[in-house]
């Protein structure tokens, strides 16, 4: 089965499965397969439009695992829950081993927090598959990328990647409808620069020709937003910004917790198809 941005619901929530040790919210608590998929088919109970699968940790300072490693913690896992759910699963990774397992294992999407660049098989691997593609933005990589981001204008000079990176995807021969895009919040970026790319979400998605996926799940801009928030009482946050996320016309964000942004999106979908209909005038 192949998939396209058009098979997804109007605001699209993608599940975080992270099968990793140390992410920053999460680590530790999915690593077994039996864990990891009685979690993955939560979140898919939950309302999860994706299930986005990773087995190595992004966060700020994390060092790099392994192939057989990430081959190990991932792929067992995807071929388990793509036998047992109908939602397409994405795999988190830079590495196109990893990727191409993945996708033979069922997986549908790679979700590639390097914009594809990290590894130069990557594009052909997704082609291969006539898989999709998430194309996300960083400044510099996980070990070091918090330690004096720059840009001229963030917004500008993210989308500009977005827009190279998805011009290179589609020279590669990956399906035009088969491209999302984000602007990394996190990576390689400060708090300023990251409440910028929320107020930009409205211009981004004006000025990129593919659907945009935001994930701020818990992170720590949003921890410093509310005075120091520990990672676990980021969630309310968290739903402001995928409500601010869908309003300007993001197509997913990338969530925890599932039935909270599920929630949010069935508010906005329950009113604004009301309003587009005349109901309220
Ligand atoms: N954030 C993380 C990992 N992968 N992928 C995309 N496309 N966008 C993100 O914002 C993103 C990502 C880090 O968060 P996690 O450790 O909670 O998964």
Do not use: W
């Not at 960083?138 to 720059?150: F, L, S």
């Amino acid at each position: 089965m192949t998939f396209s941005v058009g098979q997804l619901p109007r605001f699209a929530v993608m599940g975080i499965l992270n099968v990793t040790p140390d992410s920053f919210s999460d680590g530790g608590k999915f690593v077994g397969v039996d864990a990891a998929v009685r979690h993955g088919l939560a979140l898919v109970a939950a309302g999860a439009a994706i299930l986005d699968i990773g087995g190595e940790s992004s966060r700020p300072g994390a060092d790099p695992v392994s192939t057989a490693d990430e081959l190990a913690r991932v792929v067992p896992v995807v071929e388990r829950l793509a036998a047992e759910v109908d939602i397409p699963i994405s795999i988190d990774t830079t590495k196109a081993e990893v990727a191409d397992a993945a996708l033979s294992a069922g997986a549908t999407i790679v979700n590639d927090i390097s914009g594809a660049q990290h590894d130069s098989l990557m594009l052909g691997t997704v082609v291969a598959h006539d898989a999709a593609v998430v194309l996300m933005h960083m400044q510099g990589e996980p070990r070091t990328m918090q330690v004096d981001p720059h840009y001229d204008d963030v917004v500008q000079d993210v989308c500009r990647y977005l827009q190279r990176r998805t011009e290179a995807a589609i020279s590669a021969g990956v399906r035009s409808d088969a491209i999302v895009v984000d602007p990394g919040l996190g990576f390689g970026k400060t708090y300023a620069h990251n409440v910028e790319l929320l107020d930009g979400v409205e211009a981004l998605v004006h000025d990129l020709d593919v659907p945009l996926l935001i994930g701020a799940s818990r992170k720590s801009f949003l921890g410093t937003m509310l005075s120091g928030a520990a990672v676990t009482d980021r969630e309310s946050a968290t739903v402001a910004t995928s409500v601010l996320a869908f309003l300007h016309g993001a197509a997913i964000v990338r969530v925890h917790d599932v039935a909270a942004s599920v929630a949010a999106a069935r508010v906005l979908d329950s009113v604004t198809v009301r309003t587009r209909q005349g109901v309220m005038a």
